[in-house]
Nanobody
Framework: QVQLVESGGGSVQAGGSLRLSCAVS????????MSWFRQAPGKEREVVAS???????????DSVKGRFTISQDNAKNTVYTVYLTMNSLKPEDTAMYYC????????????????WGQGTQVTVSS
């Protein structure tokens, strides 16, 4: 059974940094497409960043490009962690952040993702 568990959210002031983690377990193979999404109150869920094939390919939304970095550690027995390092945070980055997994690249459409974590809240104050 595939499980995704996020952690690392919190409250910071504008200009601060946070690192989100998504612990991935239960896959029988590695090399999936993993994405971070976020959803602010009253807004649709949007993709923030994606990583594929152990980091060979990455993608970022324009709104976070140059500020956020997606990465993953080396898998051990198909258990690994995907990170979202967020720098120069802005109040508009405030949202619930979710990690999600799919088999293939690209993995930007929330309707196509196979597995989701429970989410972690990020709040940025001005």
């Amino acid at each position: 059974q595939v499980q995704l568990v996020e952690s690392g959210g919190g409250s910071v002031q504008a200009g601060g940094s946070l690192r989100l983690s998504c612990a991935v377990s239960g896959y029988k193979y590695i090399g999936h497409c993993m994405s971070w999404f976020r959803q602010a109150p009253g807004k649709e869920r949007e993709v923030v960043a994606s990583i594929y094939s152990g980091g060979v390919t990455t993608w970022y939304a324009d709104s976070v490009k140059g500020r956020f970095t997606i990465s993953q550690d080396n898998a051990k027995n198909t258990v690994y962690t995907v990170y979202l390092t967020m720098n120069s945070l802005k109040p508009e980055d405030t949202a619930m952040y979710y990690c999600a997994a799919d088999d293939d690249w690209p993995c930007k459409d929330p309707r196509r993702m196979d597995y989701w974590g429970q989410g972690t809240q990020v709040t940025v104050s001005s």
